[in-house]
């Protein structure tokens, strides 16, 4: 193929995915097989990675994202960010009208909309192309997500059709639909990783991941619901909004237009209980006076605009009968209490049960057996009991008395000065904990065990397969294949897996042990700085504390761990299933002291090696890497799209700035 044809084919490809994105993701409505689509991406993709010159990040193949992690840069809103005040009563909607009406005499209607429950952004276009995505900050600045926002497959990376103006801003709710959210909960259930409490959180804590790559997986929806610019199309809000979605922008299908303050409230009671049948959370409605000039007209306060006002509808409560407390022991020995109660249909869903936190909780709602209580499902998943109708309850109703004995192994529970929590202290005799361990140590940052889950565990645990971490290893094929649901496919696959994690780098497999307080990066430090694990099962707690980041709760936890002669028998079993018990030699060999007793930030993002790599070198060469600027620190370590602040602070405190090669150089 010439240039010219290449250059060509490259240009047809990227606006026929283009197309078939916003028929896939935007009307739902796919004219192409997912293979035929992925066929198209992978000649694409070969294309581009061909010719380098015709690269563009607004290419559709550029919606995978990066693992680079990267620290947003904190951008100032063109127009800032404001936020509606709440309303929870019709009277207060029609008070919000009468406001109005005193302002103008002019007639004007309503739009109303649903109201998304997520975490917003604001875009920016400048000649049809995606320029910029900032979140709302704190309505001055934001934090520049464009990188992020670049895999959501609903938001155009590049505009349809004509007629947008040369530069504006949409502004809009970045979602996380309930099926994904769900979905993301198990695997991280799977992962032991901790869960995330609502799709709101879902959504801001995935928006704001220090790796795209995260994002695009997750698959994040977006709505848009506001235009700003000049040269608009239309004076009135809801016809522009129309225009966006011919511009190939998400647009809720079930936005109306109101003549008066009593239509809008006949929209709210529609949507009160349809709403759950969205795929999308939503918490209210949002009522905007539909003409833009009026709208300028009516101004805002500091806060909020007067032509606009949120509806939030109240969480749905019940009231049922607690038929009994059940207890739930974590991985981490925490005991939750868990109300059981007669079934009852709220927000869509049945409830049987929900969560009651701790013995403070059901101490301050005074909780007596047979209570008809209050319900509540608000955001969160596990509805809540938020109060007890005393008057009912039947004189000889007893107290429910928080347990003393841990439901699983027996042993006496014990609740820490200061915590909420009470904790089954038998770390190695409790089965969920026993297994809590046992999956962190499969996990992916740990030993990374393909085809072993937490599931997996469980079937191996309750057959009397394995007690601890080193048992796994001496599984055989035949004692994994009959188990239910798995193979002999699964068995090869596991103990194919298990074999070769014998190449785990120390630093991983001490993480894996399980240690309390030993993440990944302290088990990055002590396997650096300490070199194998006969040396840190010596080291005194002077020696520990010697090393830097390493305080005294941290020291201290190392030395319980190693003066449990089970934890030192179960390492002496893993060294001899050949696990790396030491840092491999070229590690060793280019440990220096080059940054001995230097402290470094680094900022931005780099071209030669990721963070991750920087911060490996850094603490390979004896320095010390800090995440906050202070007199302390020796040097920042620059890269590109540093945040202004931190330049601002480094300048101020005199800090020598040094680049990737400054820094390469530094360490030969
Ligand atoms: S309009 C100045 N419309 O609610 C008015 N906001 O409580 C700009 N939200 O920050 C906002 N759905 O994150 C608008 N249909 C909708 C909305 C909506 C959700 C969020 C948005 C805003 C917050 C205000």
Known sequence: MTTENIQQRITELRSNLEEHNYRYYILSQPVITDQEFDQLMKELERLEAGNPDFFDPNSPTQRVGSDLNKEFEQVRHQYPMLSLSNSYSEEELRDFDQKIRKLTDQSFEYICELKFDGTSVSLRYRNGVLEKAITRGDGTFGDDVTANVRTIRSIPLKLKGAGFPEEFEIRGEILLPFSEFDRINQEREEEGEQLFANVRNAASGTLKSQKSSVVAERKLDAYFYYLLGENLPSDGHLENMMATREWGFKISPDTERCANIDEVIDFIRKWNLKRFDLPVATDGIVIKVNSLSLQQYLGSTAKSPRWAIAFKYKAEQLSTILQSVSYQVGRTGAVTPVANLEPVLLAGTTVKRATLHNSDIIKNLDLHFGDTVFVEKGGEIIPKIVGVDTASRHPMAQPVQFIRNCPECGTILVRKEGEAAHYCPSEDGCPPQIKGKMEHFISRKAMNIDGLGSETIDLLYNEGLIRNIADIYD???????????LGDKSAERILYSLSESRQIPFEKVLFALGIRFVGETVARILAHRLINIETIEKASLEELTAVDEIGGRIAE????????????????????????????????????????????????????????????????????????????????????????????????????????????????
């Open 557 to 668: 936890s190392v030395q319980a761990y190693f003066s449990n002669p089970e934890n030192i028998r179960l390492i002496e079993r893993l060294k001899e299933k050949g696990l790396q018990m030491e840092l491999d030699e070229t590690s060793i060999a280019n440990r220096s002291e080059k940054l001995g007793g230097l402290s470094i930030i680094i900022s931005g993002t780099f071209e030669k090696n990721s963070r991750d790599d920087l911060k490996k070198m850094i603490e390979q060469n004896g320095g010390k890497n800090v995440s906050s600027i202070s007199g302390n620190t020796s040097y920042l370590l620059a890269g590109n799209n540093i945040g202004p602040s931190k330049l601002e602070k480094a300048k101020k405190l005199n800090i020598p700035i040094i680049s990737e090669d400054d820094f390469l150089k530094m360490i030969d």
């Open 475 to 485: 599984l055989q094929k035949e004692q994994i294949s009959r188990l239910e649901r």
